[in-house]
């Protein structure tokens, strides 16, 4: 089994930068065989939505609405999945959730609460 803990959550103004990191632990072999991670988002009353994820071969993707501000990166020695959020919007205010797809299954983190009012 994979655990996946995030953090770097909080509270921050619009124009404001803030850094997710998610770190998965658990049986190595499972971790080993990760092939993408990612980083999803929920917003009050709205589906979850893929905000941006990055294979193993550091291949990466990025939903429209965070393209040049988001940048997602990986540690594969640290199994450690990170989001650089910058120029953040008040609609980038949701719950944020990190994934791990090793396909036929995947893992989620627990979310980390991501506010962007003045």
């Known amino acids: 089994q994979v655990q996946l803990v995030e953090s770097g959550g909080g509270l921050v103004q619009p124009g404001g930068s803030l850094r997710l990191s998610c770190a998965a632990s658990?049986?190595?072999?499972?971790?080993?065989?990760?092939?993408?991670m990612g980083w999803y988002r929920q917003a009050p009353g709205k589906e979850r939505e893929l905000v941006a994820a990055?294979?193993?071969?550091?291949?990466?993707n990025y939903s429209d609405s965070v393209k040049g501000r988001f940048t997602i990166s990986r540690d594969n020695a640290k199994n450690t999945v990170y989001l650089q959020m910058n120029s953040l919007k008040p609609e980038d205010t949701a719950v944020y959730y990190c994934?791990?797809?090793?396909?036929?299954?995947?893992?989620w983190g627990q979310g980390t609460q991501v506010t962007v009012s003045s």
């Open positions: 994934h791990a797809d090793r396909s036929p299954y995947d893992y």
């Open positions: 990055i294979t193993r071969g550091i291949r990466t």
């Open positions: 658990g049986n190595i072999f499972v971790i080993n065989s990760i092939n993408a």
